[in-house]
């Protein structure tokens, strides 16, 4: 499978290749449809895995690739809906110890999911934009 860019710069998954035509599809719908081989230039420097993950929205890719499990998933939530959270706080209310925390909070704060801040004169951790977009996008898709 191949990365094509039609005319109007849309990219699109090469599915098969015949002498006039190309069935490409839409990374964004799934659909799939015929194009004019002329209409189609290949991007060799585009993986079409990359390409694909473009469907899914930058932030919640990038909570995907930092989250190991459903625990490191789960403090990112409640930081959403908690709002700023002191370290303490965050170590007497959840399963986690000290190393493990600060591990994810290092991971997160690298990855641009938290940002450091002060809560009642101790360090705290709170959610960032991206973060709340990605969480919000995923708790829309709920069923």
Known sequence: ???VRDDEGRRYLLVKRSS??????????????YVSNADLTVED????LSTAAGAVPASV????????NDRALGLLVELVDRGPVGVRALLDAYDLCESDLHGLLAEFRAAG???ETTVVGERGYEATETTRD???????TEE
């Open 134 to 140: 990605a969480v919000a996008r995923l708790r829309a």
């Open 1 to 3: 499978m191949r990365t």
């Open 20 to 33: 006039e035509s190309s069935l490409v599809r839409d990374p964004d719908t799934g659909a799939e449809e």
């Open 45 to 48: 420097d585009a993986s079409p």
């Open 61 to 68: 890719r990038r909570v995907l690739t930092a989250t190991p």
């Open 113 to 115: 999911l938290v940002a």
